[in-house]
């Protein structure tokens, strides 16, 4: 008898447990920054899936599903290995089999593009796709985007939806603070903070174009950044006066970017006048890149006085070298058009030999990361030749 209730016992609690297994809440993450998509957001929303082949569905939605856009979506798809999907609301319906609810709902993240968010959100609304997209949520679909893709998932924003003038624009509420996209633009920056200050929409988040925020379960967790000019900002009024936190950011990476311990590196801050005082030789990835300069640009003919004191002022400012075989010459020859050059290197029986020119970005930390996403595709390049 004891024996058959303990068996009963341990049946209903193994029922009772499994039921609370099933009902728990899947953890919510949204992933918002303050530009359109660009290869490195959608990777790290690919990648917050945990699937190898996860279901990406974009919704250019806001763009009035331009075409350019989808384009270019599919092509971060094909570079990244994965099979790109859109949704698509300005288009007829018909003929097609799947509702919007089907496609969500079959989603393993969702990615809005940037545009009119009063438009999408008021399209949202009357298709029922804003519902959908919070049932979705639930069930632990990703919500990303930026730009207008980042405003719609919070209480309010700072938007550029209204003819002549930024204004504040509610959104879907399901993250309780407001958002300022785009903060380096100083007009959305004091409109921001003066919206604010006033009390007319709560504390929140603010990204520059190249930066992002992971939220999961309301709160967040992870700031990101493609580039040390880009950050984000929790903005608040304290005491009727505007206060600003920037958060601290992880640089995003391609996957089969070197990690800074694969490097050695070290500064220079000589101008190419003074790296030719001392013995010409390729004995140095410098000394190669002064090299290549004299010839590329000095060797010619008639040049005049003023470009000559040009060239003769580039700045080395750094070097890069990855397992002494291959390396890149940081310099400030385009700096005022582009941005730092990046020349590489290699290193062929001691001798540094170039393998081609190329524009590192426009601080020493874009070039820098430059160099560790590109340096092992220019060395097969060079072991090739």
């Given at each position: 008898?004891k ?16 039921a609370?297994?099933?009902?728990r809440?899947?953890e ?13 957001f959608?990777?790290?929303?690919a990648d ?6 996860p279901?990406?569905c974009?919704f250019p939605?806001?763009?009035?599903d ?12 094909e570079?990244?290995?994965i ?9 007829s ?13 079959n989603?393993?993240?969702i ?7 009063l ?7 009357y298709?029922?796709?804003?519902t ?19 405003i ?63 939220f ?18 929790f903005?608040k ?7 600003e ?7 995003l990476?391609?996957h ?6 694969d ?11 003074s790296?030719?005082l ?5 004995t ?8 290549a ?13 003023k ?6 002022n580039i ?17 400030d020859?385009y ?9 590489y ?15 590192g970005?426009k601080t ?22």
């Amino acid at each position: 008898m004891k024996k058959g209730l303990f068996c009963t016992f341990c049946l209903v609690f193994c029922c009772l447990f499994n039921a609370i297994a099933v009902e728990r809440p899947k953890e919510e993450k949204i992933f918002v920054f303050g530009g359109d998509i660009n290869l490195k957001f959608i990777q790290y929303v690919a990648d917050l899936t945990g699937k190898e082949n996860p279901v990406l569905c974009y919704f250019p939605t806001a763009s009035a599903d331009n075409s350019e856009n989808i384009k270019y979506y599919n092509s971060i798809c094909e570079k990244i290995g994965i099979e790109p999907h859109v949704m698509k609301v300005w288009v007829s319906s018909s003929g097609t089999n799947r509702s919007f609810e089907n496609i969500i709902m079959n989603s393993d993240a969702i990615v809005v593009g940037g545009g009119n968010t009063l438009n999408m959100l008021g399209i949202w609304k009357y298709q029922g796709i804003d519902t959908i997209l919070r049932k979705a949520l639930k069930k632990g679909i990703i919500m990303a985007g930026g730009s207008a893709g980042s405003i719609c998932w919070f209480e309010n924003g700072i938007s550029d939806s209204r003819p002549s003038a930024l204004s504040l624009v509610k959104g879907l509420g399901l993250l309780p603070y407001s958002n300022c996209p785009h903060y380096s633009e100083i007009e959305r920056k004091n409109l921001y903070h003066k919206m604010i200050s006033n009390g007319e929409c709560n504390a929140g988040f603010a990204c520059d174009a190249g930066a992002g925020i992971l939220f999961k379960n309301g709160r967040a967790v992870d700031f990101v950044t493609i580039s040390d000019l880009s950050g984000t900002w929790f903005v608040k009024n304290r005491k009727g006066k505007i206060y600003e936190k920037k958060m601290h950011s992880q640089f995003l990476l391609k996957h089969d970017a070197l990690s800074e311990k694969d490097l050695t590196y070290r500064n220079v801050g000589k101008k190419i006048k003074s790296i030719m005082l001392y013995p010409e030789g390729n004995t140095s990835p410098e000394k190669a890149y002064a090299a290549a300069i004299k010839k590329f640009r000095l060797g010619r003919q008639n040049i005049s006085e003023k470009e000559y004191n040009s060239v003769m002022n580039i700045s080395v400012e750094k070097v890069f070298v990855y397992d002494n075989k291959i390396a890149g010459v940081v310099n400030d020859a385009y700096k005022t058009s582009f941005g730092y050059g990046l020349w590489y290197f290699y290193n062929r029986e001691g001798k540094w030999v170039s393998v081609g020119e190329d524009i590192g970005g426009k601080t020493l930390k874009e070039s820098e990361i430059t160099f560790r996403e590109k340096a092992v595709l220019m060395l097969n390049k060079a072991e090739k030749e």
